[in-house]
């Protein structure tokens, strides 16, 4: 464990109300490496993120970052750390500039090595130019960037990323990617970043844990969960309704199919090993026990057939159904 | 040392960000501004009742309107809390290892000092419209020490609210259902002794009236000195308890995150 920048052992935190945010969460993040935190919203990420970056103390469990015990010593791996909320955390009425200055001296940093610093990271976020103006008047990407910037003045150790892209267009989305990219490959920086973005993990994280309803149920890198899924992904889209039970009675008999998921009751999710020679014995199966089919699609294993197939949901039902009720 | 530096960067911040809004910042120093010159010229006979001792009402009114300002100013402070909450700067703030006193001492620290120029402002105003200050700088000095107590403790009160509730509405409500009647259960606008017993009997235990009293005794020459010193003491006291109060606030919040 020597080598780890992160190590959670077994957080367990249960809010007012009885909320239990974190039920067990246990992971360790090498050294210089991009650790992803997958789930929809409310699955635990940002009470891990809080825990971590000192903010929240846990009911149960240990920390440890950048080698330091979060619980015992706080005060010291807030200076180890850097952090980029979900919440922005611009001052709106303060200037890109003022906003990385007043950041750095509360770091104890100063002077011209502090102002040398703040431009060089405006620089390199693309906000020298606006970094006088007062950033009520930036784009949402260019909030965000600060938001980076601002975790990265005082050149931390590890650095949290809590949901950066989130709410951002396609373009600024794409632009704060090969950002996060660049900073993997310098100052063997460790970044821990959360994201309720599929393609946003399986592009960034070398590896990852999904997180559902406070809970990891899956762990590994983006390649290693996706081959554990043996095979392409069927989707068969049933023109039934509550079809569940003879679709066990028609699929039982096939070998090749296996990991067969009914949502709804007429959407119908399975992997095989060869999708292009499993379809056609499928779809005869099904015909033969009288259910129409709509449409079939067959896939590659993508992160969101991981997170079906550990949460028995597909990934942005479980998103929509948590935005609904926050 | 850390907990001092801190506290100079946040009251620069907020200073600053103060300034950035000539709007506000002229609405800040129109309002007493108004109350003074309005309640001054509508209650400008009042002084001819019977037993009013004071002979000009501006003299008279000065004190109390300082006092009302300093007390809004403090009441309206925890808005600028929520905002911070709401925008994240709050959590931002608490994730850097800055100094947790001055978190609050930044708030407190840019409020006095709003206070001390908002007062020179109504007593220069004041000696041109006809107010007569027999106590000198002395007196003025005093005044804004009593002012600045009862506005840290009311900023204080206002912070830890907007913590724990978290809602402008809250701040909002506390202003208008709490700091509105305070002025008006005071001896800001007419001489307690002319006031109903019942008012007077409240005014007894309202720190908005304790520092009227301190500050207009003050502000009149060879007046008792001891009740000057009483109210004041009374008035630290007050704040004493209202930061502390606000102190708790504040870890109630960190351990609700």
């Known amino acids: 464990m020597t080598d780890a920048a992160i190590d959670v052992k077994g957080l367990v935190k249960t809010y007012p109300k009885g909320v239990r945010a974190l039920d067990g969460v246990s992971f360790d993040v090498a050294a210089g490496s991009v650790f992803g935190l997958l789930g929809p919203n409310g699955a635990g990420k940002s009470t891990t993120v809080k825990i971590l970056t000192t903010l929240s103390r846990p009911d149960q469990g240990e920390a440890v970052v950048a080698g330091i015990d979060v619980l015992r010593r706080p005060d010291r791996v807030r200076r180890a750390i850097g952090c980029v909320a979900q919440n922005s955390g611009v001052d709106v009425q303060a200037t890109g500039r003022e906003n990385m200055l007043l950041q750095g001296r509360l770091y104890g940093m100063g002077g011209r090595v502090l102002e040398q610093r703040v431009d060089t990271l405006l620089e390199r976020f693309g906000l020298a130019e606006a970094a006088r103006r007062v950033t009520r008047t930036y784009s949402g990407g260019m909030q965000r960037k600060l938001d980076v910037a601002l975790g990265l003045v005082h050149r931390p150790e590890v650095l949290f990323l809590d949901e950066p892209t989130t709410g951002l267009d396609p373009e600024a989305r794409a632009d704060m990617w090969s950002e996060i990219e660049r900073l993997t490959g310098e100052e063997g920086l460790t970044i821990l970043l959360t994201t309720h973005y599929l393609e946003e993990a399986d592009r960034l994280a070398r590896r990852l844990a999904i997180v559902d309803q406070g809970k990891i149920v899956a762990q590994g890198s983006p390649d290693e969960l996706k081959s554990e899924l043996h095979g392409d992904a069927v989707h068969i889209e049933l023109d039934a309704p509550e079809a569940n039970g003879r679709v066990a009675a028609a699929l039982a008999p096939l070998s090749e199919v296996h990991d067969v998921v009914v949502e709804h009751g007429r959407l119908l999710h399975a992997r095989t090993d060869n999708g292009a020679r499993a379809v056609p014995v499928m779809l005869q199966a099904l015909e033969a026990q009288g259910l129409p089919v709509v449409s079939v699609t067959v896939a590659r294993p993508s992160l969101d057939d991981v997170y079906l197939m550990h949460t028995g949901r597909r990934f942005e039902q479980a998103d929509a159904a948590t935005e609904v009720t926050r | ?257």
């Open chain 2, 1 to 257: 040392m850390t907990a001092l530096r801190h506290t100079f960067y946040l009251t620069v911040r907020q200073l600053r960000n103060f300034l950035r809004q000539p709007w506000y910042v002229a609405l800040t120093l129109a309002q007493p501004i108004i109350w003074l010159l309005l309640f001054g010229a509508l209650f400008k006979k009042i002084v001819e009742i019977p037993g009013f001792t004071t002979t000009s009402y501006i003299t008279f009114l000065t004190p109390g309107v300082v006092v009302m300002s300093a007390m809004f100013a403090g009441g309206w402070s925890g808005m600028g809390v929520i905002d911070d909450l709401d925008r994240g700067v709050m959590d931002r703030f608490l994730v850097a290892p800055t100094s947790r006193g001055a978190v609050m001492l930044g708030r407190i620290a840019p409020q006095v000092l709003t206070t001390l120029i908002q007062t020179v402002i109504i007593i220069v105003l004041a000696l041109f419209v006809g107010g007569r200050f027999t106590g000198g700088v002395g007196g003025v000095v005093m005044l804004i020490v009593v002012s600045a107590l009862l506005s840290v403790s009311f900023g204080s009160l206002s912070n830890g609210l907007a913590l724990l509730l978290r809602k402008e509405e809250s701040v909002i409500a506390a202003v208008n259902f709490v700091l509105l009647p305070l002025t008006f259960l005071s001896s800001a606008f007419l001489q307690q002794n002319l006031a109903p017993q019942w008012i007077q009997d409240i005014a007894r235990y309202n720190p908005a009236n304790w520092a009227i009293v301190a500050g207009r005794t003050a502000l009149t020459s060879g007046a008792s000195s001891g009740t000057v010193v009483a109210h004041t003491l009374y008035l630290l006291a007050f704040a004493v308890v209202c930061t502390w109060l606000a102190t708790r606030a504040f870890r109630a919040y960190q351990r609700s995150v």
